[in-house]
């Protein structure tokens, strides 16, 4: 394993005379190849000679009108020209992301369907020129992944302040039990959270390391044990819980922040007084080097 390391290093410094290497072979003359390099032809001469040095025998024929291929050059040049082709294309594929005002921004299901999507509207009128993507998953990846600008997750603040310009808390995890008027009506009233045990409950279905309260967690924290007298319903989509919710099947649980709109509309209502809270929050995090359109998304959501 050490040899191997140790030729790796010896490649990864001779870098810059592959790639002087690979513009001499498709050229086939070292004046223009050093002209597409913008280098003068002993520099690049020089760079040719020290890869030959590494290698160990000559790479090209030297002709009176240019340079052609030894065998070794020819078994060396098939090597590394989809490689350096695969490079340029990536940083190609970078530049043009580059030009393009765009904005990724990752986050869970629950907070795409029910906070950031119905603000996207005013977003887009605000940013009319920018391109918007909204990427969702069950648990939102690092939120340095290069392929998202920015990411919103619910987590443990840690050290995150309001003061980190690199991330924003927009809210802490506060939840209710929740249900439509028209289920309380008929299972009410609910006086205590332990009348909750005698009633269908809407369970969203995670790994339990899911970074959001259940309801067993919901009633642990309220200090309630006991075993749940009806079956519950098990979904793995916050918008389905609030659609079997809508349509008086149960009691969800509500995080303030995403169940506003139907509290509002009086689409649902609490199912009774008791509210817990938490020490995460959703917190939105910026890319380190995202483009001013980027911060601008940022402190716009920020503001929201």
Known sequence: MTDINNLY???HSHISELHAFDAASKFGNLTKAAQQLRLTQPALSQKIKRLESFVGEPL?????????????GVALHEAIQNSLANIHDVFEQIEARKAIRRVRISTDFAFAGHWLIPRLANLRDHFQDLDIQVVTSQTPGDPLDIQSDLVISLQDPDKTTDDDKKSHILFTEEVM????????EENGPI????DLFDLPLLNLSASPEAP??????????????????????????????LQAALGHQGVALGWRGLIEEYIDQG??????????HSS????????????PHVQ?????????
Not at 62 to 71: A, D, E, F, H, P
Not at 191 to 194: A, C, E, F, I, K
Not at 296 to 304: E, G, H
Request: aromatic share 12%.
């Open 9 to 11: 290093s010896r490649v």
């Open 60 to 72: 090209f024929l030297r002709q009176n009108r240019g340079v052609s291929l030894t065998q070794a």
């Open 177 to 184: 039990a929740i249900c439509s008027p028209k289920f309380l």
């Open 191 to 194: 006086t205590m959270p332990r």
């Open 212 to 241: 959001w309260h259940n309801w067993d967690s919901w009633f642990a924290q309220l200090g309630l044990e006991g075993k749940k007298n009806k079956a519950s319903i098990s979904l793995s989509n916050y918008t389905l819980i």
């Open 267 to 276: 689409l649902l209502v609490p199912a009774c007084t008791e509210t817990i």
């Open 280 to 291: 995460r929050a959703y917190i939105m995090r910026l890319r380190k080097g995202s483009g």
């Open 296 to 304: 601008n998304t940022f402190s716009w959501i920020s503001k929201q």
